[in-house]
């Protein structure tokens, strides 16, 4: 195709849009729900990952010290420990004020300050991942300096089957809907390509070329992937926006932060905008095949 045909044929396309506007407009509408629904799955999933991610790095090891022990000597030992990011020292007399602080009155347990303090020294433990957690559990308890070891084996055990689960289910269930986006565009393409399907014949009768027919065909249904498209990131953004804003400004979720890295959010939104415009041109593509064979 020269150039002054292919001039000819991107005229053709946005000529085709304006006289067949009312059909352009409804499957771009609908391309754009598709990718919505899409779309709105992927920011969920994201924001659900987060969540998780959040809970799992606040699982943390409390090591109790024997009486007596010196706490900067078990320190050294485990931070030499695989995963472990980071250590916090909480002396017997912090571990009390904490308490009494949490029992709101400071002053309730004054009598048990200086050696009548039953705490032991405490050091927390916070590893990167949370299936280190009981290894490295197991492994500072078994320190001589180490009276107790707790880390919430049962909370730790029944977050790594949650997250095990809740990762299988939105991989399946984005896949199915990906997959049904894909068919609902191509569909809807397909529709717009049979309502036309006369010109189509008309033209092939006339003599023009199975290049000439098909190529304002892609170029119309990468416009109106691509319109649709633009519509549902537009949507998107300004629903995601409000609710992120919602949440965070709702005091009582406390480990919820809705995501807002964009470098999160643009893969997300660059992904829909591919996939719409491709998928569309895909559709006209294989739609105005059946009606090139005259």
Excluded at 22 to 50: D, E, K, P, R, Y
Excluded at 143 to 156: H, N
Excluded at 171 to 179: Q, W
Excluded at 184 to 208: D, P, T
């Amino acid at each position: 195709m020269n150039r002054y045909a292919f001039g000819y044929c991107i005229r053709q396309s946005f000529r085709s849009l304006s006289r067949n506007a009312w059909l352009a407009l409804l499957t771009s509408g609908l391309i754009a729900i598709s990718l919505i629904i899409l779309g709105g799955f992927l920011l969920v999933t994201t924001n659900v990952n987060q969540f998780i991610h959040t809970l799992e790095s606040n699982v943390e090891i409390s090591v109790f010290l024997e009486e007596g022990v010196s706490a900067s000597e078990v320190e050294a030992q485990i931070a030499g420990l695989e995963g472990v990011t980071e250590q916090t020292f909480v002396s017997k007399e912090e571990g009390l004020e904490n308490f009494s602080r949490t029992m709101g009155d400071p002053t309730l347990l004054r009598d048990l300050e200086g050696e009548d303090n039953p705490l032991p020294d405490l050091i927390r433990v916070q590893v990167s991942e949370p299936e280190q957690v009981a290894v490295v559990a197991q492994t500072v308890g078994a320190y001589p300096e180490v009276e107790l070891v707790d880390y919430g084996e049962e909370l730790v055990t029944r977050l790594m089957q949650i997250t095990s689960r809740l990762n299988a289910l939105f991989l399946t269930l984005g896949v199915l809907i990906a997959l049904g986006a894909v068919f609902l565009i191509v569909n809807i393409i397909r529709l717009s390509a049979v309502a036309r399907q006369e010109e189509v014949v008309v033209m092939k009768y006339m003599g023009a070329s199975n290049g000439y027919i098909r190529f304002p065909f892609l170029m119309e249904g990468m416009v109106m992937g691509w319109t649709g498209t633009v519509v549902a990131i537009l949507a998107l953004g300004m629903i995601y926006t409000q609710l992120a804003s919602a949440f965070g400004q709702d005091s009582l979720i406390l480990l919820f932060q809705p995501v807002t890295d964009m470098e999160r959010l643009l893969p997300i939104f660059l992904g829909l905008m591919i996939m719409g415009t491709l998928m569309a041109g895909f559709g006209s593509f294989v739609s105005i095949r059946k009606y090139l064979k005259v």
